[in-house]
C-alpha cells in the first residue's frame, strides 16, 4: 500500500473530523497530494489538493469549511473538515498525483 489513510467515522451535522494520508518519504516529495470523495450514486470528484510547495487549491463546496495541511516531516497530508454536511456524506480518497497512487478510502458519513 502506497498511501495509508484514515480517519474518517460517524459525525453529526456541524461536527469536525481530520483526515490523515501517510506516504514514504519519495512519494512524499515528488507529488502533489489530494483528497477526492465519492459519494452515493455520483462520481469520484476533488475536494482539495496540496503541491509540494505548500499552495492549497479547494472545490468549492468545501471552500471555507476544509483545510488539507501537509506535514513533510511526517510525510502526512491531512484533511481537516470542518461544520460539516450530510452532502459531505462519502468515501475520501487520497491522491499522490504524479504517481497516480490512491489511498484505499475511508468512509466519512455526516449525519443530520
Known amino acids: 500500500v502506497q498511501l495509508q489513510a484514515s480517519g474518517g467515522g460517524l459525525v453529526q451535522a456541524g461536527g469536525s473530523l481530520r483526515l490523515s494520508c501517510a506516504a514514504s518519504?519519495?512519494?512524499?516529495?515528488?507529488?502533489?497530494m489530494g483528497w477526492y470523495r465519492r459519494a452515493p450514486g455520483k462520481q469520484r470528484e476533488l475536494v482539495a489538493t496540496i503541491t509540494i510547495r505548500g499552495s492549497p487549491n479547494y472545490a468549492d463546496s468545501v471552500k471555507g469549511r476544509f483545510t488539507i495541511p501537509r506535514d513533510n516531516a511526517k510525510n502526512t497530508v491531512y484533511l481537516q473538515m470542518n461544520s460539516l454536511e450530510p452532502e459531505d456524506t462519502a468515501v475520501y480518497y487520497c491522491?499522490?498525483?504524479?504517481?497516480?497512487?490512491w489511498g484505499q478510502g475511508t468512509l466519512v458519513t455526516v449525519s443530520s
Open positions: 518519504a519519495r512519494i512524499f516529495s515528488l507529488n502533489t
Open positions: 491522491n499522490a498525483d504524479r504517481n497516480n497512487f
